[in-house]
């Protein structure tokens, strides 16, 4: 017996009145030698305490009475045996987890680069803009008349002009003497002093002194007879002054003469071009000299010639032909032997930036340069499309019933045309535009359409078939060139030459008169770039490059000033000439300049009724003929389009005149008509009836529901005057309309191979992000942000906590079976800990701003996409791109987070876990992110993702009431709700379980592998409170190196919503890539049905493997033996020697039932073991010979003892076993 003033000394346990003492040690071995695990590693038995305490921290106690600092670079939470942790900021004794102040540094240094270099890139971006917008005003004081470059660039052409209108001047002198008339003052250069030459030049009074016969007339040759020029020359300056009238839309009347307007507003401009036409080598070398020093180069680059002092006499596309001159021989001079050609192959994409050596343009210009100026336009020869409908008709559904928006229109496209689509609000005009070139998915088309004399569906031509929207969807971040140059390789056939494709875009920018602005960004709303005009012909010229041979326009002056309209329209028109491209646009309100350029017109009422079609020429005769009168200055379109709407009447006096004329010559026979029904009825509404009943200004009463009335009655006037006249044309008018003789049909092009367009997609897709490289700086600096907030605020990973065990000496020291339970849970408590707060946190937030960023990829080009699409490229490569440079880019950024986030957590499991799960996660978010884009509008994207992500992240992630692990692991229907809807589910378990995986197995959460007895389902990773790894035994091994088991589902996930965003690409927004429903496609074709059948059947596939892969139960990788099952094997191991020994040879085990009676609690059926035990008891015996240790078992059994003895015996024997004693009777080898 112990005295009060005793105390439990150092490395034992003792009862409270101190009666009775247990060797720590020994107990600690206990559960070793049954290889149930060390689980009482890292216990302290001071003196003075009668129970067990957990080592405090920054301490670590090998045994039971050893207490030593824990060492620097580790960290050791409460009961820790061995320093395992490693923690590179933590000092000797470190008693919490400490960061490493050289990576806090790191990181800060990192984060404050980040920010300012992101903060420069704005600031330069906002300079640069603020200073091209000075730039800008800048260079138009510059070119004002009293600029020094204006001023000087005059007295310029003023010095090469001075010998020609030297001769002009003397010239019209000698015409004087033989006139009598006066033109001494017609061309005066003088010159004041400290000012420049100034040139006096009295175009009217010139060719009024020409006009000898004033009938506005002035014939070439006459005029050539003062400006002296050569057959040559005289050539060229008469092609000139045509060239510009036509673009300024001021008509000569005759061929070989010119009128005063063309002459007036281009003769100067066109005497400059002839006079430059011969240049001398030292004027070649003179220009040439001035672009680099415009330039400040040293070689002259063929870009700069179209901004150069060229262009004040040659328009764009006259300078790409001498740059195409310039060109060959380049070719020709850098032509080598056959071993060079492949790398001059190799370097075709560059050789656009070839410059032009002085030598050779001093040599070449002159020369070039007459070729240019003599040289015919060139003029298409291809037989073209024409195209000729009869009776079409546009079906569509509103309110459940048929309704015609175009309502049986006849007319012709005819080949090398320029057609306009013209009529009032609600006439049917981009209805009938996309009935024509089938893009009508929204309605039933009627009607016989004829391709080239050949009946067939405008579909089947589809791919000779442009369209150009009336936005301009065009890429902003792209130069004009490179929006063309991708549209070439995406759209023409396989096997274009790149060489081909780029000449093509040169011919494309020179024809739409593009070419000055080739380089410069296209622009948008937040970045600056080319004009209005421009922008409109960029996104004409995005057709032209797949060479269409009928090109479809929705309004292409939209938007535009007089003047940008005006080039839209003359570029086309040039089209037709050159190209020999068929144009049909739907064009409002054209200025006179621009209806002159058409064709033919196609005047629709409302309710797509014709109102009038044919040549647009023709439009004036014929409502003329129909009494009405074209009021002085107003436009010839607004007058027509004013009819079709029934807005204006015929004029009463002009039907009365007609009527007395009539009356006239009549001869009295009234038979025909008297009698006629149908003419009466018709008289009903005639214009004469109409102004009685209507009135002069078209409102009867004032009362807008007659003026409404009386409208409509004059558009079923029009439409049956229509009918009436297009009846009644003779043949040799009706062959207009009528189909052509069979020609050729193009054919389908051998489109691009996928890999291919995909190659091409994914170099757009990296320039324009490049592009938006500032925009996707802030995005990574507000995720870095983010993580460093958050990992700063949630401080660092709380392993343990001082919680010491609670265990009665009496439990302590009978550890058994029964009271295995409690101490085990005792033991364990101090390190039930959440690791969830931290996961959830970054996760939640990363997933929303990643997911954001990764869905404007698709929500920003969602019009452009739905426009490539229509136009027939593959949309398969385009999303496969999205897919490949979003997931790449985010990737990137996720990486950098989760190195932060690793660097600021200090985790205890290898940072390899953070990317792993970052990443895993990452890939999941952006799959839901490529797929929102696919099924709801853009603008929704943002508020339903994000909504998507917060909702389902939070309450599905297993780390909030009511829906945790353990109810994900009930196996119902919460547990796939959480695997597909929550990105954050299996992120948040693989970080916590990796956490706690890499805990020494006397914190309960892990079991070593040579502990096979003991029960994996007891740790505190499968107990309820936490359930984590529910479906991997093998999670509660010990492995710092993390647990990865839901990476693979995570993987298929994404895969599976990425197939589903390819699916819903083909099945959602059909309508906006000009395509029929789905099932319109399957009752149409049923080989559509079976691909449909056969993509479904790959979802449920991809869905059937991913549930597998969450809900399946992996294989152990160890093999759990249990304490029944290991002593079991150790008795019938040792049988023998216990048979010799008791004299009991005839005994078996099955005779010694009862024996396992203590074990007979014990679950064994979820646990297995990698080895066997040997079979043999511990050999080492307690006999203290200290009366207060606790015996486990009597140690005065008689060795000879009878068969009823046995039992005890055997039980004592087990005991002895449990307790890590044996003191039976049994001699010490058994």
């Known amino acids: 017996m112990y005295s009060d003033e005793l105390s439990c000394p150092l490395g034992f346990v003792c009862n409270e009145d101190l009666t009775q003492k247990a060797l720590c040690s020994e107990i600690r071995e206990i559960p070793q030698k049954f290889l149930i695990g060390d689980v009482f590693g890292g216990v302290y038995c001071p003196e003075g305490k009668i129970g067990m305490e957990n080592c405090p921290k920054g301490k670590y106690c090998p045994s039971p009475v050893e207490q030593l600092n824990c060492p620097a670079g580790y960290f050791c939470p409460y ?186 507003n281009n003769f100067l401009k066109a005497l400059e071009g002839t006079v430059n036409l011969k240049v001398t080598p030292a004027e070649a070398a003179e220009i040439y000299d001035t672009i680099l020093a415009e330039n400040q180069v040293k070689e002259v680059q063929e870009s700069m010639l179209y901004t150069s002092v060229l262009s004040n006499t040659l328009s764009d596309y006259e300078i790409m032909l001498l740059i195409k001159k310039f060109r060959q021989v380049n070719s020709v001079d850098e032509e080598s032997p056959s071993s060079n050609r492949q790398e001059s192959r190799k370097s075709s994409v560059f050789r656009r930036h070839t410059g032009i050596a002085r030598e050779i343009f001093v040599l070449h210009y002159p020369t070039f340069l007459m070729q240019v100026y003599t040289e015919k336009d060139a003029v298409d020869t291809s037989e073209g499309v024409d195209i000729c409908f009869k009776d079409l008709c546009l079906e569509v559904t509103v309110a459940k019933k048929q309704i015609n928006v175009v309502n049986n229109v006849t007319g012709r496209l005819r080949a090398k045309t320029m057609t306009a689509l013209m009529g009032g609000s609600g006439a049917g005009k981009t ?104 922008k409109k012909r960029v996104n004409i010229g995005l057709e032209l490059m797949s060479r269409p041979k009928c090109l479809f326009l929705d309004e292409p002056t939209s938007g535009l000033d007089s003047s940008s309209a005006l080039l839209v329209m003359s570029s086309l028109k040039n089209l037709v000439s050159s190209e020999g491209v068929t144009i049909v646009t739907v064009i409002h309100q054209p200025r006179k300049f621009i209806f002159d350029l058409f064709d033919a017109l196609v005047l629709l009422g409302v309710g797509g009724n014709t109102v009038y079609s044919g040549p647009a020429k023709g439009a004036y005769d014929y409502f003329v003929g129909l009494d009405y009168v074209l009021p002085a200055g107003e436009a010839l379109a607004d007058w027509l389009i004013d009819i079709s709407a029934g807005q204006i009447h015929p004029d009463p006096k002009v039907a009365a005149t007609k009527d007395q004329e009539k009356d006239d010559n009549d001869d009295g026979d009234d038979d025909d008509d008297d009698d006629d029904e149908d003419d009466e009825q018709l008289m009903a509404i005639t214009p004469r009836v109409l102004t009685e009943a209507v009135g002069k200004k078209g409102v009867a009463m004032g009362k807008a529901n ?28 009706k062959s207009i309309y009528e189909v052509p003789q069979e020609t050729e049909v193009p054919g389908a092009k051998d489109k691009q191979r996928f890999l291919s367009q995909l190659w091409t997609q994914l170099r757009r897709i990296v320039l324009v992000s490049y592009r938006n490289l500032t925009a996707k700086l802030v995005d990574t600096v507000i995720l870095i942000v983010a993580a460093v ?226 029960d994996r389902a007891n740790t505190l990773m499968s107990y309820n409170r936490f359930s984590y790894a529910r479906h991997d035994p093998n999670a509660t091994l010990y492995d710092c190196r993390g647990w990865y088991w839901g990476i693979l589902p995570s993987i298929c996930i994404g895969i599976t919503v990425r197939y589903l965003g390819f699916l819903a690409m ?148 087990m005991s002895a076993a449990w307790n890590g004693t044996c003191e039976c009777p049994c001699s010490e080898q058994n």
């Open 1066 to 1213: 083909h099945g959602f927004n059909r309508g906006k890539q000009t395509k029929k429903p789905v099932f319109h496609e399957i009752r149409k074709d049923g080989k559509c049905g079976i691909l449909v059948v056969v993509l479904l059947l790959g979802l449920v596939g991809l869905v059937a493997l991913t549930t597998w892969l969450y809900t399946r139960d992996l294989e152990a990788d160890y093999e759990y033996v249990g304490i029944e099952k290991w002593v079991r094997t150790a008795l019938e191991q040792n049988l023998t020697e216990l048979r010799e020994t008791l004299n009991l040879t005839d005994w078996n085990i099955s005779d010694i039932p009862n024996l396992l009676e203590m074990n007979a609690d014990l679950d064994t059926a979820a646990l297995t073991r990698v080895t066997l035990p040997t079979g043999e008891f511990p050999d080492e015996f307690m006999n203290q010979p200290d009366p207060t240790l606790v015996p486990i078992v009597d140690p005065n059994v008689d060795p000879n003892v009878d068969p009823d003895l046995l039992n005890g015996t055997l039980r004592a024997l």
């Open 706 to 733: 007659e003026a409404i009335t009386d409208a409509a009655m004059r558009r079923e006037w029009l439409y049956k005057e229509w009918q009436k006249y297009f009846d009644g044309l003779d043949n040799e008018q």
């Open 79 to 264: 009961k820790t045996a061995t320093p395992e942790i490693s923690c590179p900021g933590c000092k000797e004794g470190a008693t919490a987890l400490e960061r490493d102040i050289g990576i806090q540094v790191i990181i800060i240094l990192f984060v404050i680069v980040i920010i300012v270099g992101t903060i420069a890139s704005i600031i330069y971006k906002r300079t640069k803009h603020l200073v091209a917008k000075q730039v800008e005003v800048l260079s138009y004081r510059l070119v004002g008349e009293n600029s020094a470059k204006a001023q000087k660039a005059k007295q310029n052409q003023l010095d090469k002009l001075r010998p020609k209108l030297a001769v002009i001047a003397k010239r019209l002198e000698d015409l004087d003497k033989e006139s009598g008339k006066d033109s001494k003052n017609l061309i005066k250069i003088s010159k004041t002093e400290g000012e420049d030459e100034k040139l006096e030049f009295d175009a009217r009074g010139i060719f009024d002194a020409l006009d000898t016969n004033n009938d506005g007339d002035l014939q070439y040759a006459e005029l050539n007879a003062v400006l002296g020029f050569d057959d040559e020359e005289l050539e060229v300056f008469c092609t000139s002054m045509n060239k510009a009238a036509d673009a300024k839309e001021i008509k000569n009347t005759k061929e070989d003469s010119v009128s005063r307007p063309v002459f007036v």
């Open 431 to 534: 209805s009938l535009l996309n009935a024509l070139c089938g893009r009508a998915y929204y309605g039933n088309i009627i009607g016989d359409t004829y391709i080239n004399g050949t009946k067939k569906q405008i579909e089947e031509i589809k791919d000779v078939i442009g369209f150009v929207p009336q936005d301009d969807v065009v890429y902003a971040e792209l130069t004009v060139r490179e929006n063309l140059m991708f549209a070439g390789k995406l759209s023409l056939p396989r096997g274009t030459d790149m060489h081909e494709i780029e000449d093509l875009a040169d011919s494309t920018l020179a024809n739409l008169g593009l070419s000055r602005v080739a380089k410069s960004l296209v622009g948008d709303v937040k970045r600056r770039g080319v004009s209005g005009g421009e």
């Open 789 to 1014: 907030i958050i990992s700063m605020v949630s401080g660092l990973p709380e392993i343990s906590r001082n919680d010491n065990p609670s265990i009665e000496f009496e439990t302590l020291v009978s550890f058994d079976q029964t009271s295995a339970p409690g101490i085990v849970a005792q033991l364990f408590k101090y390190a039930a800990t959440i690791q969830l707060t931290f996961p959830l946190q970054i996760g939640l937030i990363t997933a929303v701003l990643v997911g954001l960023q990764a869905s404007r990829t698709l929500t920003s080009k969602q019009l452009e996409f739905f426009r490539e699409t229509s136009s027939g490229y593959d949309s398969n490569a385009y999303l496969l791109a999205v897919n490949i440079v979003v997931t790449l880019e985010t990737s990137v950024q996720i990486a950098i987070v989760a190195l932060i986030s690793a660097m600021l957590r200090e985790p205890v499991a290898e940072w390899t876990v953070f990317f792993a799960h970052f990443l895993a996660m990452a890939w999941t978010v952006v799959s839901w992110s490529l797929l929102f884009p696919m099924i709801i509008p853009a603008e929704n994207v943002s508020t339903v993702l994000g909504a998507f992500f917060a909702f389902f992240g939070l309450l599905l992630s297993g780390a909030v009431p009511p829906i945790g692990f353990e109810a994900i692991y009930a196996g119902d229907i919460v547990e796939h709700l959480s695997a597909w809807l929550s990105v954050t589910r299996f992120f948040l378990e693989g970080m916590a379980a990796s956490e706690h995986r890499c805990l020494p197995e006397q914190s309960g959460w892990t079991v070593s592998e040579e502990s096979i007895n003991f």
